[in-house]
């Protein structure tokens, strides 16, 4: 397989690649605006990007491009919509970042407590002013709240924990019990979560639904001079808000992304909010450690070793959850050619779409069944004809989807 790499990769992933016997073709320096081309140019069957985005154009330059692989969690830099119209699976490496971004969230936290770049900017201009950093709140048996219970909120909730704070969650799938088991108590909304904690660490995906999730309701409903912390994405924080909350009622906030951050690793770059003080910036570099990095680039290979070897793809995110295959039709029959390409013809024939396939052989390979998903109902008759229409075919059964039999 031919593996195009359009961003920064770690060594030991683009070895891996090459010992499964991958073509790969690295080039990292690609600016957006490029890839389309290069694509073109390389035609690769997969394509690898960390923070890279890929538009429609550059998932439509290739013919051969089957999978894209985005080597890190969030995939709001990938046009999944053109990919899954074009038969482009998307995958990614959920969870192979957590720690690293969970450290950041600590740290950005410290920072609002405890003014750390204040104090060290002071310095490097000959300023010392004890007197002024010396009030500091201290984060033990202060409430952190939790917005997005996943993988990274969890670790956050354990860093915090063991800093001797108590923590409040609130997720879509958190349950009361599952909260208890994790010591953490549970909020039924996000803004509960706001007026509740002391500090608040937003860790959701980017999506439609959590577009400026902090809003100003949201800001409003937080105490003053609560800090707000966000690794997540700049899409989620409505940051002409922020910056209201900031002046109005003191709201610190430690920032890893923002709103329109620079595509490539270098640029000039100005966001408002930044300027304030009581905001402290970082660089989207949540999961920019040398182990995360390592174990993305492990998870990589493994996802492209499992697609070389069975055409599955680990952490798919645009296969449809659920067909609108309404029948299964169960056929056993003989392993021998031209029985599917029968039955596809009948169903053709009948105007019914094959949704999902599955072809199991048995030990010997003399026999296979055949679970055939259907988004429509064949006649009797329909149905007979595949029984009928090939000496090979042993027997046919037709079945709704919740498992009820038919003809």
Known sequence: ??????????????????ELGCTVVAQPEVKAEELAGLIRQVNPQILIVRSKKVNADALKAATALSLVIRAGAGIDTIDVDTASTLGVFVSNCPGKNSVAVAELVLGLLLACDRRIPDQAADLRQGKWNKAEYSKARGLHGRTLGIVGLGQIGREVASRAQAFGMRVLAWSRTLTHREADQLGLRYAQTPLEVAGLSDAVTINVAANADTKHLVNAEFLAAMRPGAYLINTS?????????LQRAVAEKGIRAGLDVFQSEPAGGTGEFSPAVAQLPGVYGTHHVGAST????????HEVIRI??????????????????????????TIRHRNRPGVLAHVFGVLAEASINVEEVENIIYHGAQATLARIHLDGTPTNGAVERIRSGNADIISVELGEIDGRRGA
């Open 1 to 18: 397989m031919k593996v195009l790499i359009a961003d920064k990769f770690e060594k030991v992933g683009t070895d891996g690649l090459k």
């Open 233 to 241: 994405r700049g899409s989620v924080v409505d940051e002409a808000a």
């Open 304 to 329: 492209v070793q499992t697609f070389q070897a069975t055409g599955e793809v680990p952490n798919v995110v645009n296969r449809l959850a659920r067909s609108s295959a309404t029948h299964v039709l």
């Open 290 to 297: 040398d182990q995360a990095q390592v174990a993305i680039a």
